[in-house]
């Protein structure tokens, strides 16, 4: 909240979204005036673009065009070679190039306005769409302009050229937003009315979309090295995240397809499996609008985020020059307070999706050790929230905070890695790795063993160690029966968020490719394939949590009840004759092993 209140008082995102003139005035919307500064505080709701008065010979005073700046209304498309011509224009248009303080009919009669005006001849322009500037057309203008634009793009740090690259393809990340919600709404229908030729028709798109995307990252990658003109550092750094989306996009490919060829022979059983989910589901039909909710929690969350962030980005304070200007000099420690504000992202974005898990598995324990299976309990869906929201949102926190102190060590040392990777130390750089590796590990069972802690808790309403504490006590009786299933079925379901994925990253390269300049779009891409895994995973979370919260429920069942007519077990009776057919298959397995052992001479052990 401090972070918060501080980007809203002391930040300014329209600057970075709409451009300044040389007077403080923000263009496009109504200003207050600024202190000891006569032109400020006007009124720019007509006058949108920033225009320079001397636009054929700019200089660079860091960070920014040393040419005073104005607020018009239009760019100039024909040549001005006089202050009549000017005149004209500024009667004729509404636009006028000069100085605020000069009138229109004082432009021919003011012996200073060779000063207040644009210097002459005032070449033909048109808006630049990222920065709304009027660029000139000329074409010795407009390459002294370029060389000048690109030094100042240059010279900006990688958090403002972040954040330009994101506020120039907002629409288009939003666009792609929609189409990861499309796309894992679709994967949901699938497996809720899975079948037999709809699990070939997910591997087959997830194999055609991983190999596709890898192709054309290489693609990329290859046009971008080789493009004679790319001069700006957004376009350098393009061409490093491509190389880098590339190699990860081509090692994810091989070892999923790797995985798809190994266990091509369970997919009937992974159809049966599903079924049964489904049909768990089928009685909690509100389950399926559980990730809308989540979702739509999620978007206003991301965009407060991103709001406070732009407002983070631009705070300063506005300084006046002896010329009567204004110039914003940025607040020291504001990278630090980005990270603080990435920590809370990560933080807050992990516990709403951990109370999605939460009210799942409630909602599932409440129909699972329900008797009549005819007539499921009312509301569990509504009840499961309301158990959260007054019970259990101490244990949501400790799951999502656990997650993020493992994440934060990854950062940084993924930080560390990009600067070692410019010096020539390849035992760091593997000791880095291996520790990256590690962390990822150790966050990977962390959150399978928070997700089971949220089941026990919701099944006993104890405290999240005491609750922890169980579920590993579960989990190390029951893990020979039930992880082969929960393993198979998690597959399939990360299979179905990395179609979502690699389609949405897909979109995203033929939109963001077609808008090369000044723009760091890789990094737009990378937070458009974060929040398509995201949105994937909220949504496909809803079927990997019912998994999961079901076989949990099953094995304290069989741990507390013997099937006799005192303990009678809660299971239905298809759900009990799957994982003995899934055990017994197994069984085969292990008998087919231990025969072909005794084969080659190793002695049968008997079976207790």
């Known amino acids: 909240m401090f972070v918060t209140g501080y980007a809203v008082m002391a930040g300014a995102a329209e600057r970075l979204v709409l451009g300044y003139d040389s007077f403080g005035n923000i263009c496009g919307r109504k200003n207050v005036p ?24 700019p200089e660079m005073q860091s960070p920014k065009i040393s040419s005073v700046s104005l607020c018009v209304s239009s760019c100039p498309q024909e040549q001005l070679n006089s202050l009549e011509d000017l005149q004209s224009f500024a009667r004729n248009n509404g636009s006028c190039l000069c100085v605020y303080n000069l009138s229109i009919s004082s432009y021919t009669l003011n012996p200073k306005a060779a000063e207040l005006c644009p210097t ?3 070449p033909p322009s048109k808006s630049f769409p990222l920065f709304n500037r009027c660029v000139p057309q000329h074409p010795e203008c407009y390459s002294k302009y370029a060389s000048v634009l690109i030094s100042m793009v240059n010279e ?4 403002h050229r972040i954040l330009s690259g994101i506020l120039a393809g907002r629409d288009t990340v939003i666009g792609l937003s929609v189409l990861a919600l499309a796309f894992s709404f679709i994967v949901v229908l699938t497996f809720r009315f899975i079948r037999t030729l709809l699990v070939h028709t997910l591997i087959a798109l997830v194999v055609f979309g991983l190999l596709f995307v890898s192709g054309v990252l290489w693609w990329l990658y290859y046009d971008y090295r080789n493009d004679p003109s790319t001069e700006l550092e957004t376009e350098k750094e393009n061409v490093k995240f491509l190389f880098g989306y590339a190699i990860f996009s081509t090692a994810v490919t091989v070892v999923l397809l790797s995985l798809i060829l190994v266990l091509r ?17 089928g009685r909690i039909p509100f389950l399926l609008f559980q990730p809308l909710w989540t979702f739509l929690i999620l978007i206003i969350f991301w965009v407060f985020w991103v709001a406070v962030l732009l407002s983070l980005g631009t705070a300063g304070t506005a300084q006046t020059t002896s010329e009567g200007q204004v110039e914003y000099r940025a607040f020291s420690g504001i990278c630090y307070m980005a990270w603080y504000h990435f920590i809370g992202l990560i933080w807050t974005s992990e516990f709403i999706l951990a109370c999605q898990q939460m009210t799942v598995a409630g909602a599932v324990v409440t129909c699972y050790f329900n008797r009549n299976k005819n007539s499921p309990p009312r509301h569990p869906v509504l009840s499961s929230i309301s158990v959260l929201l007054c019970y259990h949102l101490g244990t949501v926190v400790k799951g999502s905070f656990l997650i993020t102190i493992l994440r934060i060590p990854r950062i940084v040392l993924l930080y560390l890695y990009n600067i070692l990777k410019q010096k ?10 291996c520790c990256f590796c590690w962390l990822w590990c150790q966050e990977s069972c962390l959150r399978y063993v928070n997700q089971h802690v949220y089941t026990t808790t919701a099944i006993n309403g104890t405290n999240f160690c005491t609750s922890a504490k169980d579920a590993v006590f579960i989990l190390t009786k029951s893990s020979a029966e039930l992880a082969s299933i929960s393993c198979f079925g998690g597959f399939i379901i990360f299979l179905g968020k990395v179609f979502v994925v690699c389609f949405t990253v897909f979109g ?3 939109a963001f490719n077609y808008h090369r300049e000044l723009q760091a779009w890789v990094v737009p891409l990378l937070l ?24 949990l429920c099953f094995a304290i069942d069989m741990e507390t009840n013997d099937g006799s007519a005192e303990k009678p077990y809660f299971v239905d009776q298809e759900l009990l004759m799957f994982v003995n057919q899934n055990n017994k298959l197994t069984d085969r397995q292990k008998h087919g092993s231990m025969r072909r052992g005794s084969e080659d001479g190793t002695e049968l052990q008997p079976m207790t």
Not at 34 to 57: A, E, H, I, Q, W
Not at 265 to 281: A, D, E, N, S
Not at 424 to 433: G, I, M
Request: glycine share 6%; charged share 15%; hydrophobic share 45%.
């Open 34 to 57: 600024v202190k000891g500064v006569p032109l400020s505080g006007r009124d720019m709701t007509n006058k949108k673009y920033v225009f320079f008065l001397n636009s054929c010979s």
């Open 424 to 433: 020539e130390s390849t035992c760091a750089k593997c000791l880095l790795k």
């Open 528 to 551: 458009v394939g974060f929040f398509a895994y995201l949105m994937s995973h909220s949504f496909l979370s809803v079927f990997e949590v019912t998994l999961d919260t079901t076989f």
């Open 508 to 510: 995203g390269l033929m």
């Open 156 to 159: 900006m740090d990688v958090f």
């Open 265 to 281: 022979k369970r997919l009937q059983f992974t159809v049966q499996l599903f079924q049964i989910v489904g049909k768990i589901m």
């Open 120 to 122: 002459l001849p005032v």
